[in-house]
């Protein structure tokens, strides 16, 4: 019964290529994240969703789309990868938007572009 | 905006001792929460325990405490009684009580537990 879970939790792909990743939450939390973690470890907050609702878009490039189909899942599409776009990407989630609430993170996707 | 600085990005200890983790941040807010969380080499991100700013005593979860100094803006993690199981990257972040609901992550600090 993992309460954050992702697929794939490894991505090795081509230059170019569209890929996708996806993140589901059985907490029936409300708010969904994207992080982004670098070769040098590194975290940092690419979106938020709130109730399906965009909240957080940080400086991300546009090949870069979440997608919120329902509160429980959000996915995160990748058009025409970069070199420069191999990480760890995780997915969080929490009961809400207020910094009390805990964000529970997946276990991690790391995605490889060669 | 916030920044959060782990001055420390290696530190080891002998199992059964102290280490002190260091963390220091920089706001403008009153109310704000500040975490430690764990990445062992798995490399789940696991929380080890959390401070509320307007909360003047120190957390404690086990063999976990911090040294909150709010004027200071200093949050250090301190773990007593090392395990081998320890062994991870710490992560200290900050999230502000207002509309700011970005967490803000330090750069992180390797500890390795030596038996």
């Known amino acids: 019964d993992t309460a954050v879970s992702q697929t794939p939790k490894y991505l090795v792909t081509q230059m170019g290529n569209d890929k996708s990743i996806k993140c589901e939450q059985n907490?029936?939390?409300?708010?969904m994240y994207w992080y982004k973690q670098d070769s040098k470890k590194f975290l940092k907050i690419m979106f938020s969703?709130?109730?399906?609702?965009?909240?957080i878009n940080e400086t991300v490039p546009n090949r870069f789309s979440p997608k919120s189909p329902d509160k429980a899942h959000l996915n995160l599409h990748i058009n025409s990868l970069e070199l420069g776009d191999s990480a760890v990407y995780f997915c969080?989630?929490?009961?809400?938007?207020?910094?009390?609430?805990?964000?529970?993170f997946g276990p991690g996707t790391r995605l490889t572009v060669l | 905006a916030q920044t959060v600085t782990q001055s420390q990005p290696e530190m080891s200890v002998q199992e059964a001792e102290t280490v002190t983790l260091s963390c220091t941040y920089d706001?403008?807010?009153?109310?704000?929460?500040l975490f430690w969380y764990k990445q062992p080499p798995s490399r789940q991100m696991i929380l080890v325990i959390r401070q509320e700013a307007y909360k003047q005593q120190n957390a404690t979860e086990n063999r976990f405490s911090v040294n909150f100094q709010k004027a200071a803006k200093s949050f250090s993690l301190k773990i007593s009684d090392s395990q081998l199981g320890d062994t991870a990257m710490y992560f200290c972040a900050f999230i502000g009580g207002g509309s700011n609901y970005k967490l803000t992550f330090g750069k992180g600090t390797l500890l390795t537990v030596n038996p």
């Open positions: 969703y709130n109730n399906k609702e965009l909240i």
């Open positions: 907490l029936g939390h409300d708010t």
């Open positions: 969080a989630s929490s009961l809400g938007l207020a910094g009390m609430d805990q964000q529970f």
């Open positions: 706001t403008s807010e009153n109310n704000y929460y």
